[in-house]
């Protein structure tokens, strides 16, 4: 089968300019922040705006042609996360007033979309796709969490990095653009606290929409095990902290483990799997026997 975006030349070159807007905006970002310019300062939040909103095109212009759908493979996946990702910051950078950890989330964002825009092109778009509200809540919820994990284990490591210039004595590019460690700590358990609920949710949605479907999935599936895993220490850690009375610092690794974690699970997933999950999302409302992406 043919590839859908290749042969639909405004969805093609939409979804070139997408990963495009987003290399640039990580670059106005990182520019301001490494070198403090001008015409990085005024360009990389309208930037910014300009590339949410052409991804929301796109993810609509793609849902909008007749017979085709989202699916739950990681391609659709990972470029939903890169967008969820530049939403959170948007709403991080407008509540916190502080636009000096955009490059580092965007970043990450751009390399999402990047990789998720290659092999979108070269599929074929042969795959499940979703259908219904219980798969649709878990499916978001799952992106929101994975974005969760990857906002708290970034700023975990940013935390460590200014945190030792401390020690050291070195206060130097980090310390100067850096929110404090204060702040960052703030951001990190937030982060942690939005991805413990998303997680949640895409547990019990799962499991609502499992046994309403009659589908079945093993309890020894490596990714799910995966996902209760992280569901587990990340609530720990929210209740934990306060009685143990730690800081950032002490669980700041493990918070980073986990984002490598679930980056290498997205990773593999995209080149050994069509699919999130190992099994056929049936279509409820109907069936669905055109292709769909």
């Known amino acids: 089968m043919d590839s859908i975006v290749l042969n639909n030349i405004p969805l093609f070159i939409l979804i070139q300019l997408v990963s495009l807007l987003y290399i640039i905006?990580?670059?106005l970002y990182g520019t301001h922040f490494f070198r403090d310019t001008g015409f990085a300062g005024r360009y990389k939040q309208p930037a910014l705006a300009l590339t949410v909103l052409t991804h929301v095109v796109y993810l609509g212009l793609l849902t909008s042609i007749e017979g085709y759908k989202l699916s739950y493979s990681t391609f659709n996946l990972m470029s939903m996360v890169a967008l969820t990702l530049a939403i959170t910051y948007i709403f991080i950078e407008f509540t916190t007033k502080s636009d000096k950890t955009g490059f580092f989330v965007l970043a990450f964002s751009a390399g999402a979309q990047v990789i998720s825009s290659i092999f979108t092109a070269q599929s074929s778009g042969a795959g499940p796709a979703f259908s219904g509200l219980g798969i649709g809540v878990h499916l978001i919820a799952a992106i929101f969490g994975f974005s969760a994990i990857?906002?708290?284990?970034l700023y975990s490591f940013l935390y460590l990095l200014l945190f030792r210039q401390i020690q050291k004595n070195?206060?130097?590019?980090?310390?100067?653009?850096?929110?404090?460690?204060?702040?960052?700590?703030?951001?990190t358990m937030h982060a942690v606290a939005f991805g413990f609920i998303f997680l949640s949710i895409t547990l019990f949605a799962g499991i609502i929409e499992q046994n309403a479907s009659g589908e079945a999935i093993s309890l020894s599936e490596p990714r799910l095990i995966s996902l209760v895993a992280i569901w587990l220490i990340y609530g720990a850690s929210i209740f934990v902290r306060p009685i143990t009375g730690w800081d950032l610092k002490h669980m700041a690794y493990l918070f980073i483990g986990l984002f490598v974690f679930i980056t290498a699970l997205i990773m593999l997933m995209t080149f050994f799997s069509p699919s999130f999950h190992g099994f056929t999302v049936q279509l409820r409302m109907n069936h669905f026997t055109g292709p769909c992406i």
């Open 170 to 187: 070195r206060f130097e590019l980090l310390f100067q653009r850096l929110p404090n460690l204060e702040v960052l700590e703030r951001l």
């Open 150 to 153: 990857a906002i708290a284990g």
């Open 25 to 27: 905006t990580t670059l």
